[in-house]
């Protein structure tokens, strides 16, 4: 899915008009433009998802450590959302910014990167993308708590989804699965107060 096609998907959630572009002066354009990078960035971070995961060599910066307990500053990469794990490290490492303090290396980063193509998406994380969208732009736009409330616990079930089916994809999986009864209660809940309908997508029944 386009980055258009995931706005309009939460548009559309809402009841609301598509937008034809994020460049658009309508208000549902510029709400999209401002809120789209900031909630894709933060899925990203909520799950440890496959296609964006990255590696990398540490590279050294020409500067002393500020601690002695640590050898060596390096750079954390440009496009990092998140740390997965970092080896041959040392036992002790701390981030500092944009940078970090490693005891030893040569170490290699695995990490969460930064994907602003939305071509890479996997069709997931662009389902959760568009309940979480749909949240934020619910409250910018009807004030409900309520069913902006409701659409976050289908961006939480998307993302359980992908926990899912990442650990039976990946058999050395970093991520640690959850699961909750009370969302599953008050997902249950929110069906019937708002009598909304239910539909199959990639990672599972949607409700619109």
């Not at 500020?66 to 040392?90: H, K, N, Q, T």
């Not at 303090?101 to 389902?127: K, M």
């Amino acid at each position: 899915m386009t980055s258009i096609e995931i706005c309009n998907s939460s548009l559309a959630i809402l009841g609301m008009p598509p937008i034809v572009s994020l460049e658009d002066e309508s208000n549902s354009a510029r709400q999209c433009r401002t809120l789209f990078p900031i909630l894709r960035d933060r899925v990203l971070r909520d799950h440890l998802w496959s296609f964006a995961t990255a590696f990398a060599e540490l590279q050294q910066l020409a500067e002393a450590s500020p601690e002695e307990r640590f050898s060596f500053v390096c750079a954390l990469p440009a496009d990092l959302i998140r740390v997965i794990s970092i080896e041959g490290s040392g036992k002790y490492r701390k981030i500092a910014g944009k940078k970090i303090l490693v005891q030893a290396l040569p170490a290699r980063i695995a990490y969460i990167r930064r994907v602003t193509d939305s071509g890479e998406f996997d069709g997931c994380f662009a389902e959760a993308l568009q309940y979480l969208l749909a949240a934020e732009l619910c409250m910018a736009n009807t004030r409900d708590g309520n069913l902006a409330g409701f659409y976050r616990q289908e961006y939480e079930h998307r993302l359980a989804a992908a926990r899912s089916i990442d650990s039976a994809e990946n058999i050395d999986s970093f991520q640690h699965e959850r699961h909750s009864s009370f969302l599953a209660a008050r997902h249950s809940l929110g069906e019937r107060r708002h009598g909304l309908r239910k539909i199959e997508g990639d990672c599972g029944i949607q409700g619109v």
